[in-house]
């Protein structure tokens, strides 16, 4: 399969997740040979933007691949626009540190496997039998090397990538002898701002646009699978064959992805009619209820507010110190204190370690999560004082200079800050 699809016409590629990282890596390297792509993710705002910087006409589509209806609309939009595609890329992906034994889990858990395992079944089902009728056609899934061994701290993320791996090889005998090829990329580590806050060593790490690269590479070839580097499939078939008490031993103490990364709840606003845009939440978030619990979704990225395993944000609320656990521009969460309550809207002094200075504003309590040894507050920041937003925005671009793990400028941490959730 070259960039030219059946008869010379252009290449017809179908792209989830392709706002950001590989996606956007992926969706410049196709559109470059003159491909027609159906880009599609859960931000407009990042698509328009993507659509703005390549060659040619493309399709946006925005929608949520845990949305059966949703990819279903979005499957319809393309093949009226360009017909059935060659190749389909499910890359939609989220990444998340996660322990079983932390109530607030539940919902990472969730969402990491609906976006990973269940993502790549709604991205192939609306094509599968046209591809089938014709005789032709990839179909690609993004796993990982974490799917060869369960990974601690990163149960939900392992676990999703390994039985993405396995259902891909299912999908791939399924097919077997129609013409469809089902490959299986499993990359290593690519730098991308979801791997910029990885607080660990990433060996034989990529840059986006060299795995790209590789991987188109390995889709026109149509291989049943594939690590990417090749170094780290090296690795990945060295540590299954390590004995348990060996592998165990070797990686107890690992460091670990971050948790608190995603929203603390999932909301699922139907398609509008054409299946391209849905109902956006106000720019304050989306909170709703459930059981005696109260959880929000915040629509910016949010930092674990810890540097090193040691705290580095403070709030002064009421006369108290207390310690931050996650921080953005939109809000922050601590240990609920005497005097929380839903709703009420508290003065704050944010401090942040070996910086003089402070932020001062109002912000109001919209979550409440038991943890099992107490219970953690969320609140949305509803005003500053002065320019208090924008020395917030200076600290938490520094924080992310300072805890990325592969090499980022001052401009891309600004973008992870400033831009939507990452996920």
Known sequence: MSSEGASGRPLRVFLTGASSGLGRALAHHYAATGAQLGLLARREDALRALCDELPGEHLKLVADVSSVEQMQQAATAFIERFGVPDVVIANAGVSVGTLTEEAD?????????????????????????AMRERGSGRLVGIASVAGIRGLPGAGAYSASKAAAIAYLESLRVELHGTGVRVVTIAPGYVATPMTAINPYPMPFILSANSAAH??????????????????MGVVAKLLRLLPNGVFDRLFAKAGRKPRGLLPTA??????SKNGLEGPKPESGGVSMAIEDVVVERRRRQRFVAK??????FWALIEGERFPLQDLSIEGFGVQVFPGFELDKVFPFVLRRAGVPDEVRGRARAVNKVDVGVGALGGLLFESFEADGRARLEEWLTAHVLASATVPISEKD??????????I
């Open 105 to 129: 889990d539940f919902a990472a858990f969730e969402t990491v496997v609906r976006t990973n395992l269940f993502g790549l079944v709604t991205a192939f089902h609306p094509f599968i039998a």
């Open 214 to 231: 590789r991987i188109a590479r390995l889709i026109e070839q149509g291989r049943s699978y594939a690590v990417v580097p090749w170094q």
């Open 266 to 271: 999932r909301t699922e606003a139907p398609a």
């Open 307 to 312: 540097r090193k395993g040691e705290f580095c």
């Open 413 to 422: 941490a600004t973008a992870i800050v400033s831009g939507p959730s990452l």
